[in-house]
């Protein structure tokens, strides 16, 4: 997984894209990890994955 600063990805936004398309981006904030970005396709990935882990489905 990639990682960047969130200075890093406010300044290079577009970049943050680009790499979020390939693969999740953490974003870390004073050093502290605070958000992954992802691409729309992995999130609907893994909401489907998770869709089907519920019991009963």
Do not use: C, W
């Amino acid at each position: 997984m990639q990682s960047m600063s969130a200075k890093e990805a406010k300044y290079g936004f577009g970049r943050l894209i680009d790499l979020a398309r390939v693969e999740p981006v953490l974003v870390a904030k004073h050093g502290r990890p605070v958000v992954v970005v992802m691409s729309v396709e992995e999130y609907e990935r893994l909401k489907t994955a998770k869709l089907a882990a519920k019991p009963g489905n």
